[in-house]
Each structure stands twice: as structure tokens, then as C-alpha cells.
């Protein structure tokens, strides 16, 4: 079945450090892929999205290509700040159109 | 602005008490989804609907039922809490194409006692 998996953290950086969160997936054909993030106390939102093989998702300075040879989909940013502080969520979305969810990756940034 | 509002953000409830747990979004979409989310677990989908009056197990159905009467709401039943249902709920829906993504509520904090 379809299932994603993410490395676990926390993950702790200082301020203008390089992030990667990796993210692998299987699944059944190549399903639209995302990565959510969730700020302390708030629901899921959406930081980026690919729906197809080579296509690279972009916001706020993240990045993710979904790269169908390795089934992956990594999230990196150049320089994080404080604000980035947050839970991170890699999904697909399932053949009944359910969202499938890795773990979680909890990243601390400090000062 | 897309919304999806969940009734509560934080809820306490007695062992054995039946639970309402209430979501609308305003964005005419087709699916809705009920999640529960525990640290170490990540997300857990519990139901699904795609249409009104239609639902469709998730991965953790036991304990729960839902309800979709109409195509903006979706209630999530706890027909008698237990401790091991507290937990965080949240609302999500999404457009039925599959590109698309799902948008959540702020979730709803939920403790058994």
C-alpha cells in the first residue's frame, strides 16, 4: 500500500543553517506529493506541492523536487530562521483521495 | 480566504460520554476528512467522505462514526469516550482532483477524563 517515510527528528539548527528533511514514499503510480508545515497550537498548512515526476515545489525560500527514480521528495531551504520553528509533514495524496502522512519531523532553529 | 472551522479548540469530556465533534468548510468541496494526531504517530485518518451521506473507513475507525448530512459539514462521533481518545482532532478538505491539496481546521484538543 501507499506509505510514507520521513526522518524523524527534532531537529535542531542554528539561524542560516542549510536544511534537508528527507522524505521517501510507495505507492501505486506517482501520486501528487506535499509537504505541510504546523506552527505550535495551529492545524496544517500547506508549504509546498509537486504533481508530477521532476516538478519542483516552492515557497517561502523551501524547496522539494519529486524525483520518481528515487521515490523522494526532500525538503531543503538555504537559510532557515527562528520563525521556521515548526513540525513538518510529508504527504501523498492516496488513490481514494485521502492525504497519507509521514511522521513528522520537528525542527528547532536557535539564534 | 479558503476556511475549514472546527467547533472547539479544546474540549473535556467524562469516560463513557458521547461526543460531537463538528467541521465546516466553506469552499464547496467534495472530501472531508477527520485525522487524529499523537506524538510519535504523526497523522492517523480515522473517516472519510466524498459525497453527502457517503463515508469511507480510514486506518482507525474503531470507536468513531461520522456524519455528512450536508456538503459542508462533517461530524465526528465518539458514541462513548474513552481515556485512549485523547488525543488531537483535525478537519481537512479537499477538492476530489487529485492534484489539489486539502486544507485543514485548527484542530480540536480533546481530553477524557
Known amino acids: 500500500g501507499n506509505s510514507v517515510t520521513q526522518m524523524e527528528g527534532p531537529v535542531t539548527l542554528s539561524e542560516e543553517a542549510f536544511l534537508t528533511i528527507n522524505c521517501t514514499y510507495t505507492a501505486t503510480g506517482y501520486p501528487s506529493l506535499f509537504w505541510y508545515v504546523q506552527y505550535p497550537g495551529e492545524g496544517l498548512q500547506l508549504l509546498l506541492k509537486?504533481?508530477?515526476?521532476?516538478d519542483k515545489g516552492s515557497n517561502k525560500g523551501f524547496e522539494a523536487t519529486y524525483r520518481k527514480e528515487t521515490t523522494s521528495f526532500h525538503l531543503e531551504k538555504g537559510s532557515v530562521q527562528v520563525s521556521d520553528s515548526a513540525v513538518y509533514f510529508c504527504?501523498?495524496?492516496?488513490?481514494?483521495?485521502?492525504?497519507?502522512f509521514g511522521k513528522g519531523t520537528k525542527l528547532s532553529v536557535k539564534p | 480566504d479558503v476556511k475549514v472551522t472546527q467547533s472547539s479548540r479544546y474540549l473535556v469530556k467524562r469516560t463513557g460520554e458521547k461526543v460531537f465533534l463538528e467541521c465546516v468548510q466553506d469552499?464547496?468541496?467534495?472530501?472531508m476528512f477527520w485525522y487524529r494526531q499523537d506524538p510519535g504517530l504523526g497523522l492517523r485518518l480515522i473517516y472519510f467522505s466524498y459525497d453527502v451521506k457517503m463515508k469511507e473507513k480510514g486506518d482507525i475507525p474503531e470507536g468513531y462514526s461520522v456524519s455528512r448530512e450536508k456538503k459542508e459539514r462533517f461530524s465526528l462521533i465518539l458514541e462513548s469516550a474513552s481515556t485512549n481518545q485523547t488525543s488531537m482532532y483535525l478537519c481537512?478538505?479537499?477538492?476530489?482532483?487529485?492534484?489539489?491539496?486539502?486544507?485543514f481546521g485548527q484542530g480540536t484538543r480533546l481530553t477524557v477524563v
Open positions: 504527504a501523498l495524496r492516496g488513490s481514494q483521495g485521502n492525504l497519507i
Open positions: 509537486a504533481t508530477k515526476a521532476d
Open positions: 481537512a478538505s479537499s477538492l476530489i482532483n487529485m492534484n489539489t491539496e486539502a486544507f
Open positions: 469552499m464547496d468541496h467534495e472530501n
